[in-house]
């Protein structure tokens, strides 16, 4: 399957991250696949192992997370690569049309067609759901997995929480306005559909067999996934090379300048020890 390639572009950078100031050198190119959405990406090359970064729900490559992981990847002559979803940012689709299937696809179509070698997968939020599905279909490929505020099995568990009511209400307008301080309107609108698909993708009720060394990062100020996930997480995985590392001032989206640097020492760490 071959990428598309999409015009250069310029950026304007927003303020310093972790590391650098941003730079945006790399361009975007386009990953075309028949029947599915074409999917936006941009890639550095470099030494393996290559870092692939799964943004959060209904997020874009842009986020400070994945320009601050381009710098540092640059720094030491890895590949690194990053992309939008079906729907979001560049790439083609409805966002709204999305399931955690879907997205696995444009995960492993990504990990596919684009990485190349062996790669440190890090996915934050839903995106770190999205890593340990990739980890179980292509486990050959994974050289180690980094999570931040691991959001396994949320749809599922969040809709479980409400009331008898609410999920019947949910149910007959087949959508659930669910409620977020990081989304644009104060909530993501989830269809129903997208809830009960997300049943067929759920990991924390059984031993996940995945063996690569795992390293898991979430602030205990967390309001929308709970800092107990990801110590539940560790205890599921088979690997017995894992860590799991908490900041108590951290929110969700670990975003601060300690929070990224923190991030940016653990693949660091992950890359000598590989």
Known sequence: MAACWGLRRSLL????????????????QYLCRPDLPTLAYRKLNGKSPGVLYLPGYASDMYGQKAVALEDFCKSLGHSFVRFDYSGCGNSEGDFKKQTVGKL???VLSVLD???VGP???VGSSIGGWLMLLAALARPERIAALVGVAVAADFFVSAFNELTVEEKKEIEENGEWSLPSKYAKDGFYSVPYETIKEAENHCLLASPIPIS??????HGM??????WHVSLQLADRVNSTDVDVI???QGEHYMNGKDDMKLLVYTIDDLIDKL
């Not at 303020?15 to 361009?27: D, E, F, I, N, Y």
């Not at 690569?212 to 990062?217: F, K, S």
């Not at 100020?221 to 709970?226: K, P």
């Open 13 to 28: 950078c927003f303020g310093r991250t972790a590391l650098s100031v941003c730079r945006h050198k790399t361009s975007i």
């Open 104 to 106: 696995k696809k444009d």
């Open 113 to 115: 067609d684009v990485c």
């Open 119 to 121: 790669q440190i997968l």
């Open 212 to 217: 690569c060394p795992v390293r898991l990062i």
């Open 221 to 226: 100020q967390d309001e929308d996934v709970l």
């Open 246 to 248: 908490l900041r108590k």
